[in-house]
């Protein structure tokens, strides 16, 4: 089983801050209105609550990208993504690696686009290592293509 695993320390950092903003206007709107404490005060204050602790943890693990290749089944939870998708070696046709960009081409369906605007230059380099191994170990056609200069594999 091939692995991928990142997690994204600014996003995460952002997440937090965000959170504990949440938390702090909940107590702020209750604060607000403690004289007359209405049944949607308290929704919105446990709204806000619930906002603000989902963001403090690894809520809906939304600062994690894992990419997992297993039993001729490729998965991918990208950071953005809620949920996986999962793609079997036979539906993929190629994988092209761009700049900014993944490209996964499968057959019959538009291909899968995963950005890599927002990770870091060694988490990149670990992106696109792992790209190239699936490739060259499962036979699937590499097309690489940086700015002007395309190379295919």
């Known amino acids: 089983m091939k692995e991928l695993n990142i997690k994204s320390a600014s996003l ?3 997440r937090r801050f965000l959170g504990v903003l949440a938390i702090l206007a909940a107590i702020a709107w ?5 004289k007359e404490l209405r049944l949607f005060d308290v929704l919105y204050f446990i709204s806000f609550v619930l906002l603000g602790l989902v963001n403090l943890t690894d809520g809906f693990g939304q600062e994690r990208t894992l990419v997992t290749y297993e039993n001729g089944t490729l998965s991918v939870k990208w950071f953005y993504k809620f949920r996986a998708v999962r793609i079997k070696r036979e539906q993929i046709e190629s994988i092209g690696l761009k700049r900014f960009e993944v ?3 499968i057959k019959g369906e538009r ?5 890599l605007d927002n990770f870091e230059t060694a988490h990149k380099k670990e992106i696109y290592e792992f790209f190239i191994e699936l490739c060259s170990s499962e036979n699937i056609d590499l097309i690489r293509s940086f700015d002007r200069l395309t190379v295919e594999s």
């Not at 209750?30 to 403690?34: K, N, Q, R, S, Y």
């Not at 291909?111 to 950005?115: A, E, G, I």
């Open 30 to 34: 209750l604060a607000g209105h403690l």
């Open 12 to 14: 995460r950092g952002v």
């Open 103 to 105: 490209q996964i081409r």
């Open 111 to 115: 291909p899968l686009n995963l950005s």
